[in-house]
Nanobody, 116 residues
Framework: QVQLVESGGGLVQPGGSLRLSCAASGFSLDRRVIGWYRQAPGKEREGVSCISNSDGSTYYGDSVKGRFTISRDNAKNTVYLQMNSLKPEDTAVYYC?????????WGQGTQVTVSS
């Protein structure tokens, strides 16, 4: 059974940083492109970033480019999202999943709140 568990969220002031982790079980993250997604209150879930399983290339949405960094540790079967210079508009529940996402792989997500 595949399980993706996100962690590392929390409350942070504008300009602060957080590092999110996505740990997988029953599924090898290095077999697929993996993405981070987020859903803000009242909005659709959107893709934030993804990382290739073949060459490690990365993609970032325009709203996070230059502030967020995605990485993976295949030995730990974990993907990370380093978030710097956080803004209030980054407030959302953050999820990881394959890219494109697989319906049954959605986890509970981790809440990120950026507020002073």
């Amino acid at each position: 059974q595949v399980q993706l568990v996100e962690s590392g969220g929390g409350l942070v002031q504008p300009g602060g940083s957080l590092r999110l982790s996505c740990a997988a079980s029953g599924f090898s993250l290095d077999r697929r492109v993996i993405g981070w997604y987020r859903q803000a209150p009242g909005k659709e879930r959107e893709g934030v970033s993804c990382i290739s399983n073949s060459d490690g290339s990365t993609y970032y949405g325009d709203s996070v480019k230059g502030r967020f960094t995605i990485s993976r540790d295949n030995a730990k079967n974990t993907v990370y999202l380093q978030m710097n210079s956080l803004k209030p508009e980054d407030t959302a529940v953050y999820y990881c999943n394959a890219y494109p996402p697989i319906r049954d792989y959605w986890g509970q997500g981790t809440q990120v709140t950026v507020s002073s």
